[in-house]
């Protein structure tokens, strides 16, 4: 017997190292933050998808787009596509920190005083980025896609256009008229986002670590509230500047109102028609929204597993 659980045990090394209160409390902070920032999501990804060639409404600011959607969709038309945002980005969060953790334990062997320095970090992080990609993509072209509807059932069938009666019809019409590629458009892009959540992860690990060893402690010390606020912000603004236009191609191929070829087709015709500022288009609603995002998110997490 002792023979057979030392085996079982070395060849399921990284599943020892599961622990399910960074999935819950990645699902917690995710979900809670999404229900309350969901309109300047909403917001990024009209912004992100107007290239100026298409009839879709076109915002003049980000005022006068709030203006406009509650004019024309009412209150209701601001939480558009809010239901797969919230289960994408609780199942997001959570998946995320659950293989994310998972990853970083196993590589410290479960010892979290072994500092990993921020290659390891960022491959950790890479990696929990593409295990998540790979379970999420799907709720994410169907977020995107209600956040994209603009009119009435009417409107898109008079027009020849799909129209989606919440997230589990628009699942089963992608599944039905595209097939798995319609469920995973925009995954490529989404590849290269891994490179934002690994270096946003990598710099608010390095910063806790390096703010630790200038106060001379270990470096998972807990900190306060107001310190985790301030290293989350600072690494998702650091990771939003650098990868940022990865987002905007991902909206473009995920959007019904655009036919690319593909994520190099995306990339030229933006540059062609709207040259490098087509690539920022939504970074200012982006920026108000993934701030204080993800300073609930991190200090959610923060304090569940450390039972604060």
């Known amino acids: 017997m002792k023979n057979h659980s030392s085996t079982t045990k070395n060849n399921l090394p990284v599943l020892s190292h599961f622990k399910y209160e960074h999935l819950l409390a990645g699902i917690s902070g995710g979900a809670i933050s999404t229900l309350i920032l969901h309109p300047l999501d909403l917001m990024k990804i009209r912004f992100a998808v107007n290239d100026g060639r298409t009839t879709i409404p076109q915002y003049s600011s980000l005022s006068s787009a709030f203006y406009t959607v509650v004019r024309q969709e009412g209150i209701k038309g601001l939480y558009r596509g809010v239901a797969p945002n919230v289960w994408g980005s609780g199942s997001a969060w959570g998946f995320y920190f659950l293989f994310y953790n998972s990853i970083k334990n ?58 989606y009666n919440g997230m589990s019809d628009a ?37 806790k670590a390096y703010y630790n060893q200038y106060r001379k402690l270990p470096h998972d010390n807990k900190l306060t509230t107001g310190e985790y606020i301030g290293f989350a912000a600072v690494s998702k603004l650091i990771a939003a500047a650098a990868t940022y236009p990865y ?8 959007d019904q109102h655009h036919s690319y070829e593909g994520t190099w087709d995306c990339i030229k015709k933006t540059w062609k028609y709207e040259r490098m500022g087509g690539f920022y288009k939504g970074l200012a609603p982006y920026l108000l929204h993934v701030t204080p995002n993800i300073c609930l998110v991190m200090l959610i997490y923060e304090k569940f597993t450390n039972n604060n």
């Open 106 to 163: 196993w590589i410290q062997q479960g010892d979290s005083q072994y500092p990993l320095g921020p290659y390891l970090h960022m491959l950790a992080a890479a990696e929990a980025g593409v295990l998540t990609l790979l379970v999420t993509n799907p709720i994410w072209v169907v977020k995107t896609r209600l956040c994209l509807q603009y009119g009435n059932e009417d409107a898109y069938l008079s027009k020849g256009g799909q129209f």
């Open 171 to 207: 699942l089963v019409k992608i599944y039905r008229t595209e097939g798995v590629r319609g469920l995973y458009r925009g995954f490529v892009p989404g590849m290269f986002g891994v490179s934002h959540g690994a270096l946003q992860f990598m710099t608010y690990e390095e910063m």
């Open 247 to 254: 987002q905007v191609i991902r909206a473009r191929l995920q």
